[in-house]
Nanobody
Framework: QVQLVESGGGLVQVGDSLILSCAAS????????VGWFRQAPGKEREFVAF????????FSADSLQGRFTISRDNIANTVYLQMNSLKPEDTATYYC?????????????????WGQGTRVTVSS
């Protein structure tokens, strides 16, 4: 089992950039596909991006219009989410999650391990 801890959230202004980190424990981190989701108050958890085990495949939600980039460092056991041109609608708690059984997981049910989340607030 892998354990995930997110960090890097905070209060930013519209147009700012922010990098979120997802640190994983365990020696099998490289065997997991890792994704980012977000959940705003009163809304369902929303897919943001995922990255394949070797980082060769990266996929982000179309709604983000290329503003967010996912990356990973399997030596450091960390996945990152670079967020640019932040908007108020990006305000949410951001979660990273790990999946083993699905190669291109975009639904929360396809992930088996979750972090506790990190809060991002974009102020106008």
């Amino acid at each position: 089992q892998v354990q995930l801890v997110e960090s890097g959230g905070g209060l930013v202004q519209v147009g700012d950039s922010l990098i979120l980190s997802c640190a994983a424990s365990g020696r099998t981190f490289g065997s997991y596909v890792v994704g980012w989701f977000r959940q705003a108050p009163g809304k369902e958890r929303e897919f943001v991006a995922f990255i394949s085990r070797s980082a060769q495949i990266k996929f982000s939600a179309d709604s983000l219009q290329g503003r967010f980039t996912i990356s990973r460092d399997n030596i450091a056991n960390t996945v990152y989410l670079q967020m640019n041109s932040l908007k108020p609608e990006d305000t949410a708690t951001y979660y990273c999650a790990a999946a083993t059984e699905v190669d291109a997981p975009k639904r929360p049910s396809e992930y088996t391990n979750w972090g506790q989340g990190t809060r991002v607030t974009v102020s106008s």
